[in-house]
């Protein structure tokens, strides 16, 4: 059985105790509720099954799940009783719109050549049988792939679910591969790369890996469980603003009037002329912002730096080459 205080003993002592006041027909007492649920019946005193029930009650109540509380009888004084009512529990009929079937039907190509293939394909099989069908040809023309050929992918998506630390060595720009130790907090595509974010134990700070630059096999290095991922992790503002933990540079741009919204409400605007604002953008690294600036086309130029202007040039080639071999 796994430990007592582990995210898998702790998610299955709580389905099991939904399951228990779902399923029962009257209020149950604390006694009884630790009569039948095992995790509670293996508690060692009293005063830890108190401590454990208590907890789990708030948390089922911060999950949505309505925890009634009914007097038991007469005979049981003031003592209250526990039930969840299956009217209270039971979600309403899952409806989509013809946009969101698309959508989905979208995410499931997406995922179909990429780790979470099965994951994905069990999600649409459950929607099937509630009678949800998605679209799988609204976006027929549109290639959906994730990519997630780094091998670090899968054993690091294993560590941020288990919330276990790992090693692995890594190797940023100009350096030699050193080992890192770090408490995984996240995994997010960014500019088509993937980044690890978490702490880093040796520097005792936040840090952002891209898995493409992690090399040999990623380890376990701890218990799972054995951390918390802070409740205010943003991993794309995390990614943005300290890549790496490397130094920021600033890409200044003209970004055309009601274009780039987005880059606005990260950089530093200043009003310009002619239709065009002037944006300083923070970056760390030209090859990945590059990926983002082209994607505004004709309505931004890169005035600074040569580095970021000739990465945004070669992206735009690039996207120029393959349509022209793919044809009309």
Same mark, same amino acid.
């Given at each position: 059985?796994?430990?007592?205080?582990?995210?898998?003993?702790?998610?299955?002592?709580?389905?099991?105790?939904?399951?228990?006041?779902?399923?029962?027909?009257?209020?149950?007492?604390?006694?009884?509720?630790?009569?039948?649920?095992?995790?509670?019946?293996?508690?060692?005193?009293?005063?830890?099954?108190?401590?454990?029930?208590?907890?789990?009650?708030?948390?089922?109540?911060?999950?949505?799940?309505?925890?009634?509380?009914?007097?038991?009888?007469?005979?049981?004084?003031?003592?209250?009783?526990?039930?969840?009512?299956?009217?209270?529990?039971?979600?309403?009929?899952?409806?989509?719109?013809?946009?969101?079937?698309?959508?989905?039907?979208?995410?499931?190509?997406?995922? /179909?050549? =990429?780790?979470? #293939?099965?994951?994905?394909?069990? +999600?649409?099989?459950?929607? !099937?049988?509630? *009678?949800?069908?998605? %679209?799988?040809?609204?976006?027929?023309?549109?290639?959906?792939?994730?990519?997630?050929?780094?091998?670090?992918?899968?054993?690091?998506?294993?560590?941020?679910?288990?919330?276990?630390?790992?090693?692995?060595?890594?190797?940023?720009?100009?350096?030699?591969?050193?080992?890192?130790?770090?408490?995984?907090?996240?995994?997010?595509?960014?500019?088509?790369?993937?980044?690890?974010?978490?702490?880093?134990?040796?520097?005792?700070?936040?840090?952002?890996?891209?898995?493409?630059?992690?090399?040999?096999?990623?380890?376990?290095?701890?218990?799972?469980? /054995?951390? =918390?991922?802070? #409740?205010?992790?943003?991993?794309? +503002?995390?990614?943005?603003? !300290?890549?790496? *933990?490397?130094?920021? %540079?600033?890409?200044?741009?003209?970004?055309?009037?009601?274009?780039?919204?987005?880059?606005?409400?990260?950089?530093?605007?200043?009003?310009?002329?002619?239709?065009?604002?002037?944006?300083?953008?923070?970056?760390?690294?030209?090859?990945?912002?590059?990926?983002?600036?082209?994607?505004?086309?004709?309505?931004?130029?890169?005035?600074?730096?040569?580095?970021?202007?000739?990465?945004?040039?070669?992206?735009?080639?690039?996207?120029?080459?393959?349509?022209?071999?793919?044809?009309?």
């Amino acid at each position: 059985m796994p430990p007592s205080n582990s995210p898998a003993a702790k998610t299955e002592r709580l389905m099991n105790l939904v399951m228990t006041l779902l399923y029962t027909r009257r209020p149950l007492s604390r006694a009884r509720i630790r009569e039948t649920v095992e995790q509670y019946r293996l508690a060692p005193t009293d005063e830890a099954f108190e401590r454990m029930f208590e907890r789990d009650k708030e948390e089922l109540r911060e999950l949505g799940i309505p925890l009634a509380t009914e007097e038991i009888s007469a005979g049981w004084e003031d003592e209250p009783g526990y039930r969840i009512h299956a009217r209270d529990y039971a979600l309403p009929q899952i409806r989509f719109d013809a946009d969101e079937l698309a959508v989905l039907g979208l995410a499931a190509r997406a995922w /179909s050549h =990429a780790t979470l #293939a099965a994951p994905a394909a069990t +999600a649409l099989r459950k929607l !099937r049988a509630s *009678g949800v069908e998605p %679209d799988d040809e609204a976006f027929a023309f549109v290639e959906a792939r994730l990519g997630t050929s780094e091998p670090a992918f899968g054993p690091l998506f294993d560590a941020v679910l288990a919330q276990a630390p790992v090693r692995f060595g890594y190797a940023r720009p100009g350096e030699e591969a050193a080992t890192r130790h770090v408490q995984p907090w996240g995994l997010t595509s960014q500019s088509g790369h993937w980044y690890l974010t978490g702490l880093d134990t040796d520097r005792g700070e936040p840090r952002v890996f891209r898995l493409s630059r992690i090399s040999g096999k990623v380890t376990r290095a701890g218990k799972p469980g /054995s951390y =918390a991922v802070p #409740a205010d992790h943003d991993p794309v +503002a995390m990614i943005r603003g !300290r890549r790496e *933990g490397g130094r920021l %540079d600033l890409v200044r741009l003209r970004v055309q009037s009601g274009s780039g919204n987005a880059l606005r409400h990260r950089g530093i605007e200043t009003a310009g002329d002619d239709g065009w604002d002037k944006v300083e953008l923070p970056y760390s690294d030209p090859g990945d912002i590059a990926h983002e600036l082209a994607s505004y086309g004709a309505s931004l130029i890169v005035e600074e730096p040569p580095a970021v202007r000739d990465a945004v040039i070669a992206v735009l080639r690039a996207g120029a080459d393959a349509h022209e071999e793919v044809g009309p």
